[in-house]
Structures are given as structure tokens and as C-alpha cells.
């Protein structure tokens, strides 16, 4: 059973900046796919970005040159940066693994961007 451990969320200010950091027990291998998605109050659970086992990489339009997901497979450690961050970025935030069409989920990381 993989375990994912998010860090890194916390309150910023709008425009500010934060950087996810994701941490796998076990190694994540460049064919699997990784990620992230957040839930806001009262919606649903949305991609934010991903790193497909290709390599390629698909955001969420909404986050779209504002943030990038990174990955360090000899870390076992996945990453979002997010720059210029706005109110309605505010979520929890998930990471995501998936391995041969299992998909692993993180225990979430709050996100809040308020002035």
C-alpha cells in the first residue's frame, strides 16, 4: 500500500506563492502518473495538473502559467509550485499516483489565499 504525504499548504496572501510538496513510500517510477487536484467548498473534486508516464504534462486552465507540476523520482517526491495565486485557489489540495490504473490519493493540504 503506497503511502502519499502532502506538505506545504497554509495561508497566503493573493498573489503570493506556495509550493506542494507530495512524498510517496515507495519509489514513483517516470511511467506512472502523477498529480494534483484540489476540492473546494461545496464543489467537486477537480484537476489541477498532471505528469503523465510519457512525460506530458496537462493543467487546468484556470492555473494555467501560474503553476507547475514537477516531479523527483530519486526523491520519491512530486511537486506543485504555484505562483500568483488567487482567492478562488483556495482548496485542499491532493496528490495523486497512479500505478497500473490504481490510483493512490494523499490525505489533502489546505491551501487558503486571503488578504
Known amino acids: 500500500q503506497v503511502q502519499l504525504v502532502e506538505s506545504g499548504g497554509g495561508l497566503v496572501q493573493p498573489g503570493g506563492s506556495l509550493r506542494l510538496s507530495c512524498a510517496a513510500s515507495?519509489?514513483?517510477?517516470?511511467?506512472?502518473?502523477v498529480g494534483w487536484y484540489r476540492q473546494a467548498p461545496g464543489k467537486q473534486r477537480e484537476l489541477v495538473a498532471i505528469?503523465?508516464?510519457?512525460?506530458?504534462?496537462n493543467y487546468a486552465d484556470s492555473v494555467k502559467g501560474r503553476f507547475t507540476i514537477s516531479r523527483d523520482n530519486a526523491k520519491n517526491t512530486m511537486y506543485l509550485q504555484m505562483n500568483s495565486l488567487k482567492p478562488e485557489d483556495t482548496a485542499v489540495y491532493y496528490c495523486?499516483?497512479?500505478?497500473?490504473?490504481?490510483?493512490?490519493w494523499g490525505q489533502g493540504t489546505q491551501v487558503t489565499v486571503s488578504s
Open positions: 495523486y499516483l497512479n500505478i497500473a490504473g490504481y490510483a493512490y
Open positions: 515507495e519509489s514513483i517510477y517516470s511511467i506512472y502518473t
Open positions: 505528469i503523465t508516464g510519457t512525460g506530458s504534462t
